[in-house]
């Protein structure tokens, strides 16, 4: 069965801290990506990769950067995290990057900045 | 700019009743669409999708109607059962999957 796993489902974190968040997929995808939900705009994307070391920003990447070294392996950092970085973030991949195929979500990390 | 709206943010319905979820798009051009379903605390996952040569797409209780005309599409839930309260967002492939706003779903016993 499918599955994007999420390192942490809470973390706190005090502003201006440099915060990791980990994404790990099972299912030998090409693509992944990075969204946050907030209540009243829905999903939003922060960051994708189409393969390892290729990123592309999505339609709110300021204050985000992300890594791919390893296939199954997506990283978001906040380089210096703001209160208004304090939302659910979540994972996700897909075959397809058109988006034709459904992405597979992880279960999110509920992130609050201090 | 928002291509994808759901203009209503919540909706309660009793159980058994029909639950309808609106979504509405700007871009003609769109011409495939999905729906996620997401519970609290959990990712989301995809429902049922349409392609704009049809207008209608079926999936048990859940039915999808696209009206290319009005670039509206709804999500018919018949019957609504507690456990489909949720959140339920319309989608579409942008380059990359963009989405609306999110309707909380409440079906009442």
Redesign the interface.
């Given at each position: 069965d499918v599955k994007v796993t999420q390192s942490s489902r809470y973390l706190v974190k005090r502003t201006g801290e440099k915060v990791f968040l980990e994404c790990v997929q099972d299912m030998d995808h090409e693509n992944m990506f990075w969204y946050r939900q907030d209540p009243g705009l829905g999903l939003r994307l922060i960051y994708f990769s189409y393969d390892v070391k290729m990123k592309e920003k999505g339609d709110i990447p300021e204050g985000y950067s992300v890594s791919r070294e390893k296939k199954e392996r997506f990283s978001l950092i906040l380089e210096s995290a703001s209160t208004n970085q304090t939302s659910m973030y979540l994972c996700a991949s897909s075959s397809n990057l058109i988006g034709n195929s459904p992405l597979h979500f992880g279960n999110g990390t509920r992130l609050t900045v201090t | 700019d928002q291509q994808v709206k759901?203009n209503s943010?919540s909706l309660s319905v009793q159980e058994g009743r029909i639950s309808i979820l609106n979504c509405d798009y700007t871009n003609s051009m769109f011409d495939?669409f999905?729906w996620?379903k997401?519970y609290p605390?959990?990712?989301?996952?995809?429902l049922i999708?349409i392609s704009s040569i049809k207008d209608k797409n079926e999936d048990g209780r859940f039915t999808v109607f696209l009206n290319k005309s009005a670039k509206h599409l709804s999500l018919h839930i018949v019957p609504s059962q507690p456990g489909d309260s949720a959140v339920y967002?319309c989608?579409?492939?942008?380059?990359?999957?963009?989405?609306?706003?999110?309707t909380i779903l409440t079906v009442h016993p």
């Open positions: - | 759901q943010p495939y999905l996620y997401k605390a959990e990712g989301p996952t995809f999708s967002f989608a579409v492939p942008r380059g990359k999957l963009t989405f609306g706003q999110g």
